[in-house]
């Protein structure tokens, strides 16, 4: 079974660009949730979406963005590019079923993108 | 509110020694604890989760952890450590209630890096 990917691994962005991300879920995943890890501010939550509607919202500016499509691939948008935005930018997978039953969040993450705002 | 706090961001250890890297949660509410390893450059590789069942946990790659209530600890040893066990580990917290209001959110810790020497 295939797992989440996500890209492109590598992306170098003048400041004041927009730049688009991508992941893939893995097959019968319907949540994707996105992170931002820099050695500042280690691993935070950006925002999830499940089944095209974003379901929850981290602290981040809105210039940070994203949606989902209805085969459940996820793509996150940043605009006007700032050079505090490099980071490594991971997607995790999950099932996204809410319930009593904790494994339909567990996330399984991609390798990331890397991304070097200049 | 729910945090983590990984104690030590840098642990250096024997080829063949214990390895034990802390990390201390705060919630209001039972927690589903995950301890999660990076390499270089890749994504996030689940080791193990604590989702209110056994509080003992064994993972991957000879990893185990145990949960304490009273201490609100997950510490992560491994009996004898191997070079192949060099890379960053993350502590992170998740919730029964977050899960039912928040989805797939994961609450992170500043992340351990883990030394190994010949």
């Known amino acids: 079974k295939a797992g989440v990917t996500q890209t492109p691994r590598y992306l170098i962005k003048t400041r004041g660009q927009q730049v688009t991300l991508s992941c893939s879920p893995i097959?019968?995943?319907?949540?994707v949730s996105w992170y931002q890890q820099t050695p500042g501010q280690g691993l935070q939550f950006l925002f999830e979406?499940?089944?095209?509607?974003?379901?929850n919202k981290g602290n981040f500016p809105g210039r940070f963005s994203g949606r989902q499509f209805s085969n459940s691939r996820s793509e996150m948008n940043v605009s006007t590019l700032e050079l505090g935005d490099s980071a490594l930018y991971l997607c995790?997978?999950?099932?996204?079923?809410?319930?009593?039953?904790?494994?339909?969040?567990?996330?399984?993450f991609g390798q990331g993108t890397r991304l070097t705002v200049v | 509110a729910q945090s983590v706090t990984q104690l030590g961001s840098h642990v250096s250890v024997s080829e063949g020694a214990l390895v034990l890297l802390r990390c201390n949660y705060s919630?209001?509410?039972?927690?589903?604890l995950f301890w999660y390893v990076q390499y270089p450059n890749q994504g996030l590789q689940l080791l193990l989760k604590?989702?209110?069942?056994?509080?003992l946990v064994k993972g991957i790659n000879g990893f185990e952890a145990e949960f304490k209530k009273s201490e609100t600890s997950f510490h992560l040893t491994k009996p004898s450590a191997h070079m192949s066990d060099a890379a960053e580990y993350f502590c992170?917290?998740?919730?029964?209630?977050?899960?039912?209001?928040?989805?797939?959110?994961?609450?992170f810790g500043q992340g351990t890096e883990l030394s190994v020497k010949p």
């Open positions: 919630s209001s509410v039972p927690p589903y």
């Open positions: 992170a917290v998740s919730s029964h209630s977050m899960i039912y209001n928040q989805g797939g959110k994961l609450i």
């Open positions: 995790a997978s999950s099932l996204g079923r809410r319930g009593p039953n904790p494994l339909d969040t567990e996330a399984f």
């Open positions: 979406y499940f089944s095209e509607t974003q379901r």
């Open positions: 097959s019968g995943h319907r949540s």
């Open positions: 604590y989702t209110s069942a056994a509080t």
